[in-house]
């Protein structure tokens, strides 16, 4: 089997060869974006071997200066394709391909509608402060919020169709918004949901397999059970939220799961070479080779060694 088609057998419940496996990280200040970028992600792909190879964006929503109260997210502009930011990702995601191992799954990553909201004012009040201040003007006065989110969505939508024109094989859908601790179910399901929906619904009907990754801790996972038919493959902080592969299985049924390890502590980072190929293959032992994919709660520490990642996929190359 090819990495791409193997890959798309576990996505479609099929036997594959060995697990495939897909891990990602944030590059260093610096080596993230432009032509550092491409090199960055063609070093990472090399280095590791995964049969997923995952673009990151990080040429995000631009600031729109200061966001105090409801009214000012009408600062929030309509975006096109033209727009540098998005630019920016188009070519890196090109030059990428252009380069990158032909025979592996591409998966190019949107954020989603609560992150992609964040980024124009997260560098100013910070993440935490950012999140409270989305639950208070929601609250206040949501319709110039909601206005604000509908024009994100477009340019999200956008972005996706033409990720599958320069021929990624899916969106790595970054969800935001689960956390118990933000918003109730009432305003997730008003808030967020909709577009998360739309943007995934975009990207389905665009030809691309949606891989829904659902972020952070305290997750109300049952906020997603909807999303199921709209996910070809779902990703969630197992550990971080105390949420089981197997009970991932059961909420998402008949989608592929994709995960199994920590991403920031425990053997992912402290053990020995041999220990981290060892709990891979428990991993992959306890839930099965069958509609799963060996992955991470999220990303990885952006230092770590990537002889640590390619014993991973050898360990699954192993059983």
């Not at 099929?14 to 550092?36: A, I, Q, T, W």
């Not at 631009?62 to 727009?83: A, N, T």
């Not at 956390?179 to 109730?184: A, D, G, M, R, S």
């Not at 009432?186 to 949901?193: G, K, L, S």
């Amino acid at each position: 089997m090819t990495k791409k088609e193997r890959v798309m057998a576990a996505i479609q419940g099929k036997e594959v060869d060995h697990v495939p496996v897909g891990f990602s990280l944030h590059f260093p200040c610096g080596e993230e974006k432009g032509e550092r970028g491409v090199l960055s992600h063609l070093k990472f792909f090399q280095e590791t071997d995964t049969d997923i190879i995952k673009i990151m964006n990080e040429n995000l929503v631009p600031d729109v200066g200061e966001i105090q109260v409801p009214s000012d997210w009408s600062k929030i502009p309509s975006y096109s394709l033209k727009d540098s930011f998005i630019q920016k990702q188009l070519d890196m995601v090109k030059a990428i391909l252009e380069q990158a191992d032909k025979t592996a799954f591409c998966i190019g990553t949107i954020h989603g509608i609560c992150a992609s909201a964040i980024h124009p004012i997260e560098s100013r009040y910070g993440y935490e402060k950012v999140r409270d201040l989305f639950c208070t003007h929601i609250r206040e006065n949501k319709t110039p919020v909601v206005e604000a989110f509908k024009r994100i969505t477009d340019i999200m939508c956008q972005l996706a169709v033409k990720y599958k024109e320069l021929g990624v094989d899916g969106i790595y859908y970054a969800a935001l918004g689960g956390e118990k601790h933000y918003f109730t179910e009432e305003e997730f399901a008003e808030v967020m949901e909709p577009f998360d929906k739309q943007i995934l619904n975009t990207a389905k009907e665009a030809g691309l397999i949606n891989f829904l990754h659902m972020c952070k801790n305290n997750l109300n996972m049952e906020r997603y059970a909807s999303y199921n038919e709209l996910a070809d493959v779902v990703n969630w902080g197992v550990y971080e939220t105390d949420f089981s592969l197997e009970e991932g299985r059961k909420l998402f049924q008949g989608t592929t799961v994709m995960g199994g390890l920590k991403n920031r502590s425990g053997v992912m980072v402290e053990g020995t070479i041999e220990e981290l190929k060892a709990e891979a293959k428990q991993v992959i032992k306890g839930y099965g080779k069958k509609s799963f994919i060996l992955g991470a709660d999220c990303t990885l520490p952006t230092e770590i060694p990537y002889e640590r990642i390619r014993a991973i996929v050898e360990a699954a190359r192993e059983l």
